[in-house]
């Protein structure tokens, strides 16, 4: 495997993405968008699991109109001017330009999946209601109810443009995202046009999937997601043609 970062162009001027290639032919392709505290570490490991398993795994900046800083988990005060700022014009045009990279290594975006984690997830739901994607998965994404930023509306009223199937995994413990918006996204998107799946776990709460915070890491649940993360992506994310 490799990993480096790298400067994918936007409208906005370049954007680091880290990247991590399998070693062998790619699966597919995979983008992991970050929590509200930038890619750190945590997020740069779970691109490289990614590739581990077999992914060409892309991680944008999405705060690189802002200098690409990294958050410190204890410091949501300096996290939260940045997430102010972020609009759907301005996400749409950072993952078409990731898209747009993999494309070019040979990977369409139908063979494409799409991993966010807490804003992140939010972020995924959204790309996947506006572009045919392999598959999609939303840790712990909020704004079901109501929309997060300009120009991305809440999940509840995406559900309906979904073009990609979707993983939602959510915690009961969460004390953002009740239990009651959840289920209501569960019958939302089961009527929808594509394959959706939303699981809920009892004992976690929000950010249940970061071993870097063990104050809110609960293991089985990171555990059980993660396995459900990859066996999504392998069951609806099209092989290559023989």
Same mark, same amino acid.
């Given at each position: 495997?490799?990993?480096?970062?790298?400067?994918?162009?936007?409208?906005?001027?370049?954007?680091?993405?880290?990247?991590?290639?399998?070693?062998?032919?790619? @699966?597919? #392709? +995979?983008? /992991?968008?970050?929590?509200?505290? *930038? !890619?750190?570490?945590?997020?740069?490991?779970?691109?490289?699991? $990614?590739?581990?398993?077999?992914?060409?795994?892309?991680?944008?900046?999405?705060?690189?109109?802002?200098?690409?800083?990294?958050?410190?988990?204890?410091?949501?005060?300096?996290?939260?001017?940045?997430?102010?700022?972020?609009?759907?014009?301005?996400?749409?045009?950072?993952?078409?330009?990731?898209?747009?990279?993999?494309?070019?290594?040979?990977?369409?975006?139908?063979?494409?999946?799409?991993?966010?984690?807490?804003?992140?997830?939010?972020?995924?739901?959204?790309?996947?209601?506006?572009? @045919?994607? #392999? +598959?999609? /998965?939303?840790?712990?994404?909020? *704004? !079901?109810?109501?929309?997060?930023?300009?120009?991305?509306?809440? $999940?509840?009223?995406?559900?309906?443009?979904?073009?990609?199937?979707?993983?939602?995994?959510?915690?009961?413990?969460?004390?953002?995202?009740?239990?009651?918006?959840?289920?209501?996204?569960?019958?939302?998107?089961?009527?929808?046009?594509?394959?959706?799946?939303?699981?809920?776990?009892?004992?976690?709460?929000?950010?249940?999937?970061?071993?870097?915070?063990?104050?809110?890491?609960?293991?089985?649940?990171?555990?059980?997601?993660?396995?459900?993360?990859?066996?999504?992506?392998?069951?609806?994310?099209?092989?290559?043609?023989?």
């Amino acid at each position: 495997m490799d990993a480096s970062t790298i400067a994918l162009p936007t409208p906005d001027g370049p954007m680091p993405v880290y990247e991590a290639v399998p070693g062998g032919p790619a @699966r597919g #392709g +995979a983008i /992991v968008v970050q929590e509200a505290f *930038g !890619v750190n570490g945590h997020i740069e490991d779970v691109t490289r699991r $990614l590739a581990a398993a077999g992914w060409h795994a892309l991680a944008p900046h999405l705060f690189h109109r802002e200098g690409s800083p990294r958050i410190a988990y204890d410091d949501i005060s300096s996290a939260m001017p940045l997430l102010q700022r972020l609009t759907g014009e301005g996400l749409a045009r950072d993952l078409d330009a990731c898209l747009a990279h993999l494309d070019g290594a040979g990977l369409p975006p139908e063979r494409v999946g799409i991993v966010g984690f807490c804003m992140g997830g939010t972020v995924a739901f959204f790309v996947a209601a506006r572009r @045919r994607l #392999g +598959a999609a /998965v939303t840790f712990y994404g909020g *704004g !079901v109810a109501e929309g997060r930023w300009p120009g991305v509306p809440s $999940l509840l009223e995406l559900a309906p443009d979904l073009r990609a199937p979707w993983l939602g995994l959510y915690g009961d413990l969460d004390q953002g995202i009740p239990p009651e918006q959840v289920e209501r996204l569960r019958a939302t998107v089961a009527g929808g046009p594509v394959p959706a799946e939303v699981v809920r776990y009892p004992e976690a709460g929000h950010g249940f999937h970061c071993d870097a915070r063990p104050h809110v890491y609960h293991e089985s649940s990171a555990r059980d997601g993660w396995a459900r993360t990859l066996a999504w992506l392998d069951a609806h994310v099209p092989t290559p043609a023989a």
